[in-house]
């Protein structure tokens, strides 16, 4: 992180009242709070709406899936991929649009030891058995990301403070943000907030696990204009070019770049029967 001090101004609901292309680059340093934790953004990638970006969730419409896209900005859309992994986006435009930033990576500022210990539980990321991904055909990848990536606890090795939330899985993980947060307002939580460096250590502010629990989107630290950079976003087939992904230059904390790979078919898949991808 640079040099300054983190803002705990909370943003204002109409930061996000804009396309998510022009949301994206303002989000970059900017403090997303949920309980106890707090992490600084640091890679992001925006997502158009229905008809306009073949990659988004809504690309095909509203679904009981993607509705939270199509509500009032500020709010966060949580899904669960590949059976494995959350992953968590902040709605952009006014409702209806079906709008949205993924939370690529980020530095935590505040609560790095529940993050951690987030981390290293064992099958954190996952939900209830039985459940699985669903399908939305837009290409989006999280492998490796999860907790039993590279640098949990099944790798047997402790996790770097760079690696607690590099990847949108891990930054799921390391703020706690489950499927009962799907739908949570980043905005109204904004009260709950008095300082950053007060927040893991703040009884009243422990709200992890209680469904709804409280988030903020707090002003942070955004970095020089100069040092934002953009390209294209992470492992998606389709509209694959386009340069929605940001993120700050430099920063540890950023994930590296991986373009889509087509997954070889085993020889005994059908079309039938092969998985669903989100």
């Known amino acids: 992180m640079g040099s300054g001090e983190l803002s705990s101004a909370a943003l204002p609901r109409g930061f996000f009242d804009r396309p998510s292309h022009e949301v994206a680059p303002d989000l970059l340093g900017r403090v997303l709070v949920h309980g106890p934790v707090a992490v600084r953004l640091t890679e992001v990638e925006a997502y158009g709406g229905p008809g306009e970006d073949p990659a988004a969730h809504t690309y095909r419409g509203k679904t009981p899936r993607n509705a939270v896209m199509f509500g009032p900005p500020g709010h966060l859309y949580v899904y669960f991929t590949y059976g494995m992994h959350f ?22 500022v505040a609560g790095i030891d529940e993050a951690r210990a987030r981390r290293t539980s ?17 290409g989006r990848t999280s492998t490796g990301t999860g ?28 703020l706690g943000l489950l499927r009962e947060h799907n739908g949570l307002d980043a905005i109204a939580g904004a009260s ?9 250590d703040a009884a009243d502010q422990r709200l992890t696990g209680i469904p709804h629990a409280a988030a903020a989107m707090l002003e942070g630290l955004p970095p ?16 694959k070019d386009t340069p929605w992904r940001f993120w700050i230059d430099g920063d540890p904390t950023v994930s590296p770049y991986r373009a889509h790979v087509p997954r070889r078919r085993n020889a005994a898949a059908t079309s039938v029967g092969g998985a669903s991808r989100s």
């Open 87 to 108: 992953c968590a986006n902040l709605v952009c435009l006014p409702e209806g649009f079906g709008s949205a930033v993924l939370l690529r990576a980020g530095e935590v």
């Open 122 to 138: 064992p099958g954190a990321a996952r939900t209830s058995p039985g459940t699985g991904p669903a399908s939305s055909g837009d």
């Open 147 to 174: 907790p039993t990536g590279p640098g949990s606890a099944a790798s047997g090795r402790v996790i770097p403070d760079r690696d607690l939330a590099r990847g949108p899985a891990r930054l799921a993980v390391a």
């Open 192 to 200: 709950f907030v008095a300082d950053i460096a007060d927040i893991a």
């Open 224 to 239: 020089e204009a100069a040092s934002i950079r953009s390209g294209p976003r992470t492992g998606i087939s389709t509209a």
